[in-house]
């Protein structure tokens, strides 16, 4: 590997990272706010302009406190947890193409920490890794509201984990009618997305080519089973206060907590992110090139990316401020007997839809 | 469906109520230091000795508040007056007195036992501080000064505000003496420092009230 590329991977993953982790302390703050605004209060105002600097005080505040470790605990596996939380979430946010390839001299530069042409499995693998750190710090914490709510996590992951991938896998299926061959490549299923609808009808020339058109029943099962995945209102029963104290993160204090509560943030983002990125085109958008600078017709993207991304973030916090938790056997319901079964079926009718696209009907 | 319907509902409050927040419409806090908030008239804050327009005081030292505090946080210790420059009009005056903030509840109990409302409240409520004994009200704080002025604990602070101080709680003004119903809103007395006189409270009327010769013995 030559010293370019080398820097050109060094700033993709530096940059990557960073904007999750400002995002992430905007998100905190976002959160706090509209919930605020959805409560008639005002929410976050000391710290900075309208308190956008309240996470910053929150996290130094959290990470100079004391980290009490209680007595019975697992000590290797309690230490551990956290990492086990906060790893994977930051590694699925890596997947995600956040902006345009531009390049500089004759390298492309992708806005994107990594491009695996295996994307989608790898995003699956991590929330499924991301689970394991709820489990242990539940099972390590030794005490009784943690395990419960460990005990919740796993049945919860697992329930709507199938109707995500299902939902991911109609997506699949799609794109690979889009171009040349499948592909599970983040980078190539927005690229497949770019443009309009204007090949089919010269009347949806204005209609971007979203796979949120097509799929909208998959985006529907996804956006149910991210906000699921990431343990929010009204799935949070693994931390449910009002029964669990604090659920998994019960015995966790200081700067051990603060970073499965960065983890649930930055999860949030990046499943916002996927959906984006799967069902709403991701960066793609007009850049007028040519008639704009080229600075701002390069940001253009990025800049959609993220309004695209908060659109689905805000949908977190309006169902955290509308929903209230559901009982266990609802959430077992929901997943078992409406999203699988709804994921399921629509996989058949959009593969058949697709099929007969492709090769007619079987009887022509 | 109908679960579709209700959750598009629930959707369209939280919207609401936040397009309308964000506006000002519906906004119900406020940023507390800065804005201050005009108190409901019966608001029960710290309390205050109270001393009649001669300058003697009213406390006599009978202990009744100490003895009715359900959170025992009243000491009191009563002494005889001297007879030739009497602290209060009764014989004893109360001469030790403390209460203690960090225990009392602020449920103006003690003002209702005091037989010569030496003792009542004000608006103030800002009494939080760094040390336990600064908790400690004495007679010095807590008493009047001749000319009606109370003293503040911490005068320099920047949430101090004297006006609070001069406040009386409403309790006194909403029930009578004799302890009769039919004469709550019925100004009887004015026995606490504080401006003016306040009109009745929504529901208490003094057309309703009757004469205290008529046949009710409380
Ligand atoms: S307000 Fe209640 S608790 Fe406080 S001193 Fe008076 S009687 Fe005691
Ligand atoms: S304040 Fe009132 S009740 Fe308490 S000792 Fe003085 S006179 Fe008696």
């Avoid at chain 1, 750190?133 to 395990?147: D, M």
Wanted: hydrophobic share 45%.
């Amino acid at each position: 590997m030559s010293w370019p590329e080398f820097g050109i991977i060094a700033f993709r993953v530096v940059v990557t990272f960073v904007l999750l982790l400002v995002v992430t302390v905007i998100n905190v703050w976002a959160e706090r706010k509209i919930l605020a605004d959805m409560q008639s209060r005002i929410g976050p105002s000391r710290a900075g302009p309208w308190g956008i600097l309240q996470t910053v005080a929150d996290g130094l505040k959290l990470f100079f406190k004391e980290s009490v470790i209680p007595r019975k605990v697992e000590l290797g596996m309690y230490l551990l947890a956290p990492f086990l939380a906060i790893i994977p979430a930051f590694l699925i946010f890596m997947m995600v193409p956040w902006g345009k390839p531009f390049m500089i001299g004759d390298h492309e530069v992708a806005l994107q920490g990594a491009d695996l042409n295996i994307g989608l499995l790898f995003i699956l693998a991590m929330s499924s890794m991301a689970v394991y750190g709820v489990v242990l710090a539940g099972w390590s914490s030794g005490s009784k509201y943690p395990l419960l709510g460990a005990v919740r996590a796993t049945a919860q992951a697992i329930s709507y984990e199938a109707a995500m991938g299902l939902a991911m896998v109609a997506v699949v299926v799609f794109t690979a009618t889009q171009g040349e061959g499948g592909t599970l490549s983040m980078a190539e299923i927005v690229e497949r997305q770019t443009g309009t609808w204007g090949d089919i009808s010269p009347v949806l020339s204005f209609v971007p080519r979203w796979n949120l058109f097509p799929q909208f029943a998959a985006f529907a099962i996804f956006l149910v089973a991210i906000v699921a995945e990431t343990n929010r209102a009204p799935f949070d029963l693994v931390e449910a206060e009002q029964e669990l104290v604090g659920g998994f993160h019960t015995e966790y204090s200081g700067m051990r907590f603060a970073m499965f509560f960065l983890a649930e943030y930055v999860n949030i983002f990046s499943m916002s992110a996927i959906a984006a990125t799967l069902f709403l085109g991701g960066w793609a958008g007009p850049t007028f090139e040519g008639s704009l600078p080229g600075l701002i017709s390069g940001s253009l993207p990025t800049i959609y990316f993220l309004i695209k991304t908060y659109a689905i973030v805000f949908i977190f916090f309006w169902l955290r401020a509308t929903l209230p938790r559901l009982r266990y056997d609802q959430l077992m319901t929901l997943g078992w007997k409406r999203l699988i079964p709804a994921a399921l079926t629509w996989l058949v009718i959009s593969t058949v839809a697709i099929g007969f696209r492709q090769f007619g009907a079987p009887w022509s | 469906m109908g679960v579709i319907r209700e959750f598009i509902k629930g959707l369209r409050v939280t919207g609401g109520t936040m397009l309308r927040t964000i506006t000002g419409e519906e906004l119900v806090t406020t940023e507390y230091p800065k804005e201050m908030r005009q108190k409901p008239p019966r608001f029960h804050g710290r309390h205050v000795l109270n001393r009649y327009p001669d300058g003697m005081e009213k406390c006599i030292g009978c202990e009744l508040c100490a003895g009715v505090c359900p959170a025992k946080c009243i000491f009191v210790r009563g002494m005889d007056n001297d007879p030739e420059n009497p602290t209060s009009p009764g014989e004893r005056f109360g001469f030790v007195y403390e209460i203690n903030m960090l225990r009392c509840i602020f449920c103006a109990l003690c003002v209702e036992a005091c037989p010569t409302e030496a003792i009542t409240m004000t608006h103030l409520f800002e009494m939080s501080t760094t040390n336990r004994e600064d908790a400690i009200y004495t007679r010095e704080t807590l008493l009047m000064d001749e000319k009606g002025g109370v003293p503040h604990m911490f005068p320099d602070d920047e949430l101090a505000d004297m006006d609070e101080l001069a406040v009386a709680d409403g309790w006194v003004k909403a029930t009578a003496p004799s302890g009769m119903t039919s004469y709550q809103g019925v100004k009887m007395w004015q026995g606490t420092p504080g401006p003016g006189d306040w009109d009745p409270e929504p529901g208490q009327s003094e057309l309703d009230a009757r004469s205290p010769t008529e046949d009710d013995d409380g």
